[in-house]
């Protein structure tokens, strides 16, 4: 009996040790994919802004060479700090960070093509359609945003939605630009390109659909 309670005792430690040793290690690859995660995510913020500063002092050295002054250069630099503005937040804080990119993309976008505007001879045109057709495509992206964050278990389904979602974007900038440009609304290619769009997305419909039956059975 006193036999029994110690060897019991023993496998009992023995177990609880093994349990702690399982549950250190899990812990210290946590730490471990964290670690290395950020790692990679500083490394990929420090290269990304490096390549855009490096774009910003070509264009400022090859403004001044040809022009004495800055010109041109002025255009590709405000695009390399909008897309720096954008970018940074994903790229930082991966799928966390998305959400601050598309806030940055959102309130810079409009501010942007104000100072395009003013850089860019565009016959008046480029504010009208530009900031018309930037609060359609910014709604759109905020759209699938929440798609996804609904949707964050059934990845397919989402990516079909956004896929028909696609459909109603480009009719509503075409229509956009045809109040300034003159042509059809609606074209054989435009046909053909929603053809192939709506059977991408039944496709995917159905792929979602089988994976959520077996995953339920």
């Given at each position: 009996?006193?036999n ?6 023993k496998n009992n ?6 349990e ?7 812990q210290?690859a946590?730490?471990?994919v ?11 913020v420090?290269?990304?802004s490096?390549?855009?500063l490096?774009g910003?002092?070509?264009?400022i050295?090859?403004d001044?060479?040809m022009?004495?002054?800055l010109t ?20 930082k ?11 940055m ?6 501010p ?5 505007s003013n850089l860019?001879?565009?016959g008046g045109m480029?504010i009208p359609i530009?900031?018309?057709t930037s609060i ?14 609904l ?17 109603p ?13 003159s ?8 046909a053909m390109?929603?053809?192939?769009i ?14 959520q039956?077996k995953?339920?059975?």
């Amino acid at each position: 009996m006193d036999n029994e309670l110690i060897n019991g005792g023993k496998n009992n430690t023995e177990t609880d040790n093994v349990e702690t040793s399982v549950v250190n290690a899990l812990q210290y690859a946590d730490k471990a994919v964290k670690s290395k995660t950020r790692l990679i995510q500083n490394i990929s913020v420090y290269a990304f802004s490096a390549l855009i500063l490096l774009g910003i002092i070509t264009c400022i050295i090859v403004d001044i060479a040809m022009s004495a002054t800055l010109t041109w250069s002025l255009i590709p630099i405000g695009a390399c700090i909008f897309a720096w503005l954008s970018f940074i937040p994903a790229i930082k804080y991966g799928i966390n960070g998305i959400l601050f990119s598309l806030i940055m993309f959102s309130v810079f976008t409009i501010p942007f093509l104000l100072v395009l505007s003013n850089l860019v001879d565009s016959g008046g045109m480029l504010i009208p359609i530009g900031v018309r057709t930037s609060i359609i495509g910014i709604v759109f992206l905020w759209i699938v945003y929440g798609l996804f964050k609904l949707l964050r278990s059934r990845i397919l389904t989402a990516v079909a939605i956004t896929l028909l979602l696609a459909i109603p974007l480009n009719i509503s900038i075409d229509f956009v630009l045809r109040k300034f440009i003159s042509g059809p609304l609606f074209d054989v290619w435009d046909a053909m390109s929603y053809s192939i769009i709506v059977v991408a997305a039944i496709i995917l419909f159905i792929v979602s659909h089988n994976k959520q039956k077996k995953k339920v059975s």
